[in-house]
């Protein structure tokens, strides 16, 4: 058809040959008659279009072979009535264009490029692409935009695929549906990005299935939201698949989805939206909206499986939050990073039903925010690194998080865990606080080279591993517990009104700066040990007791000038540090029970013992510069009381001061005029009890009070003073000699005067 050549049929219609081609070549637009353009158009030149004249439809159009749109010429579905057509192949080529308005355009081209254009493809809103060929076919030779995108054979004899050729997009939904008879598939393979703003559904008709592939070019797919029904897959491979929806489920899935171990899923809707209908696994997911207007929040739908990195971030110009709720069980493999860009703010909520989760690494940007309240599990297991950061928010609730792997723990932001477990080797430097249970297990190692380790009111200690605390402090007005044993490089500070007990284990001071500062209520050990002398013995001046055994390591020196120890129900002394001058009492009490020793030590204040003392080696020396009290029931094997200048030792009323066999009682003032005076609490006795077996004795310069020696050795002070009361067994001599005597066993001298 030439220039503004028509034909007019006035009967029947025109009869095209099996070979035949209707072309135009017109300059002037113009609409096609049905007397021209038959159909069905079966001749298979098929259509062509050339010059620059565009020819609009008359009426539903199918032509059984190719439409070839020249020049600049065009084609055109009347926007008015949206007339459909169908073809083999299109080729729009130059600078021509072929307009669908909202019309269906249907190709069912079996073999080459069923859409090739360099020219223009222009859809309406509501036009529908349909690809149909039953065969293996590339689909478009350069990019191009839909609307909605059907690919929809019925696949026969052999699987087929689809090869995109180039990048689409698709303004509305993208479907996917092979129709078979058997068990036959259809696969798309991209060759370019795919960006559909709808819906895309990858399903199957019949016996039929699909199959969406990014293949090994790892294009990436972006969609508004996805159906994957039963039976169909989606494989993303290594690359990227983002989802935009902002309403409703945006994953649907019931058949296969693959991701490979370099790909990523990203979540970005700005919207309150659900991720997944059934359990996924992802490789990396990434949820980073631009949230505008309002807070959004991302309900997992699901398990969610992570076999590399979650990143939840938030963009906003303002402080918006993004929320994921966990909607069952879920773990990352990977690093879990919550945080936020420009003002965004982000929140991982594992709450809900209390679910667990696990990851390799947490980290807490300072616009993060990980709650995990009531009873939930988190669990994270990495195995270098850091694992553990907060620089924002973490609210631990009711949970246990156990860290079972082996890293940094790095918390910049104020950090309270409930239940804490480390059964990892964990390296910390920076300060936290736990409300429950603090426990380390298995092959677990907490030894912080820094900071502070708090632990609040209903907390409790158990170590069955390795634990070293740089600090360890008991908040103010709690109550905290513990029955193991665990050592402390710095400082243990137990806090106003503070009850600190250990039931059982024993608590080792394990360096040179190692210090106890206690003004609470309580402050009770199991067992103590002092592993090393500290800088400065006033880095122990407090007081506190011990329920069990308090011990100087060898060579170690524990001598503070302040406080006093109280073993509460029995307990040992046991000084390795080689000499009484390694172990130095400002004060010592038993309340009750027995306390044994077999050390020297010294005493330099007062000895309050309301239960009992038993010493089986060394020697208890009293040698404070001012006045001492000794109370209770004590049995030395040696025992010294001394005066460098005057003083008084006060023993209580019926006080026992008992030296054992082969024992040496030893009391001395300084001179003449510096006596040592040994008096009663009251106008009762206090008994000394030396054994009769080969006791040795060193006495001088002192004056002694209400002293009941008898039924046992008798004490010999030829230059000491009777204070003229009641003081039995106890021989002071006559004159004005000052000498100084050992007496040993098998020298009596009662009634004998030596000058």
């Known amino acids: 058809m030439e220039g503004t ?75 008015g009535n949206n007339y459909s057509l169908t073809a083999t192949t299109v080729a729009i080529n130059n600078t021509s264009t072929l307009t669908i308005n909202n019309s269906v355009l249907t190709l069912n081209g079996t073999s080459g490029t069923i859409l090739t254009r360099t020219g223009t493809f222009s859809v309406g809103g509501g036009s529908k692409t349909v690809f149909s060929g039953n065969a293996s076919v590339t689909l478009l030779s350069a990019a191009t935009t839909f609307d909605f995108l059907l690919l929809a054979p019925t696949v026969a004899s052999t699987n087929k695929t689809y090869t995109a050729g180039a990048a689409f997009i698709v303004n509305d939904n993208l479907e996917i549906n092979a129709t078979a008879s058997s068990s036959l598939s259809l696969t798309v393979n991209l060759s370019g990005a795919a960006t559909i703003t709808g819906l895309t559904t990858i399903t199957g008709t019949t016996s039929g299935t699909s199959t969406l592939d990014e293949t090994a070019s790892n294009y990436t797919f972006t969609s508004g939201t996805v159906n994957l029904d039963s039976g169909n897959t989606l494989n993303i491979r290594d690359g990227v698949f983002n989802l935009t929806g902002t309403t409703g489920t945006l994953f649907t899935r019931g058949g296969t989805f693959t991701v490979g171990g370099g790909s990523k899923t990203v979540y970005s809707g700005d919207g309150s939206t659900t991720l997944v209908s059934a359990a996924t696994t992802f490789d990396f997911l990434q949820l980073s909206p631009t949230v505008t207007g309002s807070d959004k929040t991302y309900a997992a739908g699901a398990a969610l499986t992570i076999n590399d990195n979650l990143e939840i971030n938030a963009t906003a110009s303002s402080a918006l939050r993004l929320t994921l709720t966990l909607s069952a069980n879920s773990s990352t493999t990977g690093t879990t990073t919550v945080t936020g860009t420009t003002s965004g703010l982000s929140t991982f909520d594992t709450s809900g039903s209390n679910y667990t989760y696990s990851t390799a690494a947490l980290i807490i940007g300072a616009a993060g925010t990980f709650t995990a309240n009531s009873s939930n599990a988190v669990t994270i297991n990495g195995a270098s690194g850091t694992i553990f950061s907060n620089a924002g928010t973490f609210t631990a609730g009711g949970s246990t998080v156990t860290i079972s792997g082996s890293g940094t723990l790095t918390f910049t932001s104020a950090t309270t865990f409930n239940n804490l477990n480390i059964t990892g080797t964990e390296t910390v430097s920076t300060s936290f606080t736990v409300g429950g249970a603090l426990n380390v297990s298995g092959s677990g190692n907490l ?27 008991i908040a103010s007005g709690a109550t905290v517990t513990t029955s193991s044993s665990f050592s402390i490089a710095a400082t243990l500070t137990n806090s106003s009104t503070a009850t600190f007990t250990a039931s059982s284990g ?37 007081s506190f007791s011990v329920g069990g055994a308090l011990t ?4 170690i020196t524990f001598a503070p000038s302040g406080g006093t120890i109280t073993f509460t129900t029995g307990g040992s ?30 005493v330099l204040g007062n000895w309050t013992n309301g239960g009992t003392f038993t010493q089986s080696a060394g020697t208890i020396t009293y040698n404070g510069s001012g006045a001492q009290s000794i109370s209770g029931t004590n049995n030395y094997t040696n025992l010294t009381i001394s005066a460098a200048a005057t003083r008084t030792v006060t023993i209580t009323s019926g006080a026992i001061l008992a030296v054992a066999a082969n024992g040496t009682l030893t009391l001395t003032g300084a001179d003449a005029s510096n006596k040592l005076t040994l008096n009663a609490s009251s106008t009762t006795d206090w008994y000394l009890r030396v054994s009769t077996t080969s006791p040795t004795f060193s006495i001088s310069h002192i004056v002694v009070d209400r002293s009941d020696a008898s039924g046992y050795q008798q004490i010999n002070a030829s230059n000491g003073t009777n204070s003229g009361t009641n003081t039995t067994n106890w021989n002071f001599g006559g004159g004005g000699g000052s000498a100084d005597f050992n007496f040993g066993e098998g020298l009596q001298m009662e009634g004998i005067n030596i000058n």
Do not use: H
């Open 5 to 79: 050549a028509i034909i007019t049929v006035t009967t029947g219609v025109v009869t095209y040959g099996a070979s035949s081609t209707l072309q135009y070549n017109t300059a002037t637009s113009r609409t096609a008659s049905s007397e021209e353009w038959i159909t069905t158009f079966s001749g298979s030149g098929g259509i062509i279009i050339t010059n620059t004249g565009t020819i609009t439809l008359n009426e539903a159009k199918v032509v059984s072979a190719p439409i070839t749109i020249n020049s600049s010429a065009g084609l055109n579905t009347d926007a």
């Open 447 to 473: 030894s912080p080279s820094a900071g502070t380790v708090t632990m609040n009111n209903g907390s409790s200690i158990a170590n069955s591993a390795t634990l070293v605390f740089y600090n360890l402090t």
């Open 506 to 542: 024993t608590i080792t001071m394990s360096t040179a700066a190692s210090t106890i500062t206690n003004s609470g209520s309580s402050l009770t050990f199991s067992g103590l040990t002092i592993a090393a002398t500290p800088t400065a013995q006033s880095q122990y001046n407090t």
């Open 552 to 555: 100087v390591n060898s060579g």
């Open 573 to 602: 002394i046991v000084n390795n540090g080689g000499a009484a001058t390694n172990l130095i009492f400002q004060g010592l009490t038993i309340t009750s029970g027995t306390v044994t020793s077999g050390s020297s030590f010294q």
